[in-house]
């Protein structure tokens, strides 16, 4: 028999134990055995660390960058905002050049005021008068205080004079600077036009918006009109004062300051006497008018008076009129012919034409046979002309005449003669019903715009003549339709009469022809589209409409 093997024993004596199972002599709990923590299985979990030191510095190095390019975009759109106001107030300087002696602000608030009424900028035609009004109304404070550019102003007379219902007339401002005046003239006359604009207005004391008068919620206008949509609410009346002053304020300031040009204040005279007729105050306007003709005949030096203050009518035996008196005297000639006193209004028109075809020719040089349009610069040029524009700051305009002296026949004279003329046809026109007159002012009309279409295709030609005779041929063209269109439509009910006899013989043949005043038309309907191509050319005015009505 074999021997058994010790090993079964050991196995016996050592039975196997589980991984996991806790050792035994690690659990001893006699206090004479020590504790061996390394050995056995911690029950606590560990507390991980969140913010070690290398996150902490990571930390602090995205904050930096954070703040640091945080700082940069703030100050790179800061100064990308300084620049674009630098290079829209540059602009605004070429576009509205403002006098050299004015403070900084002064002239940047004047740039903006001229730009808030540029009607052909980004307005397209809607000018908000309430805000252009209150930077014109601003500019002359800051004109007028002798602490800011007002310094040298004088009353002329110990505290001013005060005119009821005006207040205060103007200075003395003979010793300021000529770019100073003209600049100052163009501040009175903007917030003039501002006054014009806003009578009728009021403004909401609560709010400082300002409202048409007819939406204001009152006693005093017991309908009133809805606003517009989008717009704000509708004022109170106890909430309201007027939006401006009266424009009369501003004109009779013009008008009674010492230092402006002749020419300024008949300027002024004849806008105020436009304004007054538009307020239907005939008498008060026709008062002006001729307050701008004693203006414009002060400074005359010939022995004789050059016009008749009374009736308007020029002597062709006193001299050369200057271009103040021909200017006064139009005015007063078209007050007389639209309100149908056509006995007065013809005599002067008569003489001024005469006055103006006696001034002397423009003399002929070769710099008036050149076209500025047609000139185009080279590059060198062009670019020496950009760089200089943008070293040299703009200076202010050149001073015009004072209109004192009798001016030349240039084109836009010969347009002015044109423009005469076409008044002078349509008074002969509408004042008597004989057929003798009718073509007669027909044959003034033509005249005129024949004038008015051959001065626009010359060379040499400003942009000031260009605008001029752009307004007299397009209201030359119309009135020449409008009256061969009432002559072809009578010719055409006199044929009929005819045909319509007793027997008829010939009638169907008779229909058939055109007659003169049908030519005619149809040769207007080829002049209108011949000058399409020099009126189709914005200019910088409106074109007016014709004075009278046919």
Not at 230 to 245: I, K, M, N, Q, S
Not at 261 to 272: G, H, I, M, P, S
Not at 308 to 323: E, H, V
Not at 524 to 542: F, G, H, K, N, Y
Request: with cysteine; glycine share 8%; net charge positive.
């Amino acid at each position: 028999m074999r021997p058994r093997l010790s090993i079964r024993r050991i196995l016996f004596l050592r039975p196997f134990r589980p991984p996991n199972a806790p050792r035994l002599f690690t659990q001893n709990t006699l206090s004479s055995r020590p504790q061996l923590p390394f050995l056995s299985t911690s029950r606590r979990r560990q507390t991980a660390r969140f913010l070690t030191t290398e996150r902490k510095q990571w930390i602090k190095d995205e904050v930096w960058l954070a703040g640091k390019y945080t700082g940069f975009l703030w100050v790179g759109g800061s100064l990308l905002l300084v620049i674009a106001f630098g290079v829209q107030q540059e602009w605004l300087d070429r576009k509205f050049p403002s006098p050299s002696e004015w403070s900084w602000v002064t002239r940047k608030d004047f740039r903006s005021a001229k730009w808030n009424e540029d009607h052909e900028g980004a307005n397209n035609g809607l000018v908000d008068w309430a805000r252009t009004g209150e930077a014109y109304r601003r500019l002359l404070r800051r004109l007028e205080d002798p602490k800011i550019d007002g310094a040298g102003l004088q009353d002329q007379d110990e505290g001013g004079i005060l005119v009821a219902g005006i207040g205060k007339t103007g200075f003395d401002i003979s010793k300021k600077p000529e770019t100073w005046r003209r600049g100052y003239y163009e501040v009175l006359l903007g917030a003039a036009r501002a006054a014009e604009h806003l009578d009728g207005w009021v403004r909401d004391t609560t709010r400082n918006i300002a409202f048409p008068a007819n939406v204001v919620i009152g006693l005093s206008n017991p309908n009133p009109r809805p606003v517009p949509p989008g717009a704000a609410a509708a004022p109170r009346e106890e909430d309201c004062e007027p939006a401006f002053e009266a424009p009369e304020i501003y004109y009779i300031r013009v008008l009674t300051t010492s230092g402006f040009t002749e020419k300024q204040r008949v300027d002024a005279a004849l806008a105020y006497g436009a304004w007054l007729e538009y307020k239907k105050t005939p008498e008060t306007a026709l008062e002006m008018y001729k307050w701008a003709l004693d203006i414009a005949t002060s400074s005359s030096t010939s022995s004789k008076p050059i016009v008749n203050t009374t009736t308007g009518i020029l002597d062709p035996s006193a001299g050369l009129p200057s271009s103040n008196i021909l200017s006064a005297a139009t005015a007063l000639a078209v007050y007389h012919a639209v309100h149908s006193d056509l006995s007065n209004a013809l005599p002067i028109f008569l003489s001024i034409l005469r006055a103006r075809k006696s001034l002397p020719e423009q003399p002929v040089t070769m710099h008036s046979t050149l076209n500025p349009d047609e000139e185009m610069p080279g590059f060198w040029k062009s670019a020496m002309n950009l760089v200089h524009s943008l070293m040299v700051p703009p200076s202010y305009p050149p001073p015009p005449g004072d209109g004192t002296t009798p001016p030349t026949r240039n084109p836009k004279e010969r347009c002015e003669e044109a423009g005469i003329m076409t008044y002078i046809g349509e008074i002969l026109y509408a004042s008597k019903e004989t057929k003798a007159s009718r073509e007669d002012g027909l044959a003034w009309t033509r005249e005129a715009v024949d004038i008015a279409e051959e001065q626009l295709r010359r060379k040499g030609v400003d942009k000031d003549g260009k605008n001029t005779c752009k307004q007299c041929l397009e209201v030359g063209l119309g009135n020449w339709k409008t009256m061969v269109s009432q002559m072809a439509k009578e010719e055409k009910e006199a044929k009929a009469q005819k045909a319509g006899g007793w027997l008829g013989f010939g009638g169907e043949s008779q229909k058939d022809v055109a007659g003169r005043w049908e030519r005619e038309e149809h040769v207007i309907v080829e002049r209108q589209r011949r000058a399409m191509d020099i009126l189709a050319s914005p200019s910088q005015a409106p074109p007016s409409s014709s004075y009278l009505q046919v």
